[in-house]
């Protein structure tokens, strides 16, 4: 659906959420459809608008129904709904997304989206950087950055956006990116989609609806992207940590699974002609993204590594082993999402781990997954940040790291991940002196295998 399709005195819209993406769907119709009747509607109690209606309160979708919208825009955090299914079948349903890509299209724009269950905030980052690093005119946008639909006039000839694109923003879309990229796949989101085979099938429309000039980027070790892939009908191009132009030491990223971040990104490189010693440097020189092994510095003589992002098991199990024996405390827990984290307990045991710190909601869980596995541990529960840090000092022994990586999301204790990697940055530097302000990695004592060049 095309922006100039939304305008007319006869259009009667509704936008269905009124968070980031919301509030630049409003500015995007305020500009391209002006004559519009706008409404706004929000599941908030309170929320409220100066210049517009407004549809809230427990049962605000039934309302929504009653009003018989021409268009419903709805943003990605709101979940599914059996409603959603009728307003599909009536074609008033679509998304921001999906208006950006709809009112681009043929312009000569160039879209790389990219998704993964891990890795695809990085990705997309690193492309980025790429872009920019050869002279490219490029965006950053989507589930990173500014919502697409906020950048649609940038869009022409020699224009490229590369967006990160989650599940939730996939689900309702029925055009696909020309450049596919997935990072990886595993279990996510479920309480959001149900099951993972729906999960699997909103992330299959990044590659559905290609056409035999588009390309997938993915993932070959992962059966998952493998899936989605598939689903492409343009040329379909695999990779793997093998494929990096550069070594793990040779850059300022931990964990070996960037390497298959560096090696996706440079796939797109070579599709692009992006020259090699252009990418190398980038490479070299990309310091990764707030809250994703984040190393903190040394505060009470320890290493604090903040891995918020972390709302998985695998995630989780990621962090250990990017850091290789040098966890002695880890903090995990959060919104219990139903995975299962028998896995994670597995790899604490065979881990430097002495000390695990448990959040509420599916901290019980995770604490039977490790009983279960053997793992010599003592266990900690904490109800804020604050209690957390006081017993991670207490508790971590002088050159160790303690790692914030809860293998859970965020919502009930936190808003979201960033507000819970900034709550443990400030709790760990309040009222601190910082004892040593960046370590050299051998100090460390990392696994030489994570960092010798490959």
Request: proline share 5%.
């Amino acid at each position: 659906m095309h922006l100039r399709d939304l305008s007319g005195k006869n259009a009667n819209i509704c936008i269905l959420g009124f968070g980031k993406e919301g509030r630049a769907t409003l500015r995007a119709l305020e500009k391209h459809a002006p004559d519009a009747a706008v409404s706004l509607a929000d599941s908030a109690p309170s929320f409220s608008h100066p210049e517009y209606p407004v549809v809230t309160g427990e049962r605000y979708l039934e309302e929504i129904d009653s009003h018989h919208f021409s268009f419903i825009i709805k943003s990605p955090g709101i979940p599914p709904h059996p409603l959603f299914d009728r307003w599909r079948k009536e074609k008033r349903l679509t998304s921001g997304t999906q208006i950006f890509l709809d009112s681009i299209a043929g312009t000569g724009t160039t879209v790389i989206g990219v998704t993964g269950s891990k890795g695809k905030s990085t990705t997309a980052s690193l492309i980025f950087e790429l872009l920019t690093a050869a002279g490219k005119n490029a965006s950053l946008v989507g589930n990173i950055g500014d919502p697409a639909i906020a950048h649609v006039e940038e869009a022409g000839e020699g224009v490229t956006f590369v967006m990160e694109m989650s599940s939730y923003q996939l689900m309702d879309l029925d055009r696909s990116p020309h450049i596919a990229v997935v990072t990886s796949f595993f279990p996510e989101h479920l309480d959001y989609h149900g099951n993972l085979e729906a999960y699997l099938e909103a992330k299959k429309h990044i590659a559905r609806f290609q056409n035999e000039e588009d390309l997938v980027i993915y993932n070959g070790d992962a059966e998952g992207a493998r899936d989605i892939a598939h689903e492409g009908k343009g040329r379909k191009v695999s990779f793997g940590p093998h494929d990096s132009p550069v070594g793990l030491g040779d850059t300022k990223l931990l964990g070996r699974h960037n390497l298959g971040n560096i090696a996706a990104a440079w796939k797109v490189a070579q599709e692009l002609g992006i020259p090699r010693e252009v990418c190398v440097e980038v490479f070299r020189s990309f310091r990764g993204l707030p809250h994703r092994l984040q190393d903190l510095g040394v505060f009470h003589g320890i290493r604090w590594v903040d891995d918020a992002i972390s709302t998985t098991p695998e995630s989780a199990i990621a962090a250990l082993d990017a850091l290789g024996g040098c966890v002695a405390t880890i903090i995990l827990g959060g919104q219990d999402r139903g995975n299962d984290f028998a896995g994670l307990g597995n790899r604490i045991a065979r881990s430097s781990v002495r000390h695990v710190i448990l959040f509420p909601g599916s901290g019980p869980r995770i604490r039977k997954a490790i009983e279960e596995s053997k793992a010599n541990v003592a266990f900690h529960d904490a109800g804020s940040m604050e209690e957390t840090v006081r017993i991670a000092q207490a508790s971590t022994p002088d050159g160790t790291i303690c790692l914030l990586s809860t293998a859970s999301p965020s919502y009930g204790m936190f808003k979201n991940f960033e507000e819970k990697g900034e709550q443990f940055k400030q709790c760990i530097e309040s009222g601190t002196a910082r004892i040593t302000h960046e370590l050299q990695r051998p100090h460390l004592h990392l696994r030489g295998t994570e960092h010798a060049p490959m």
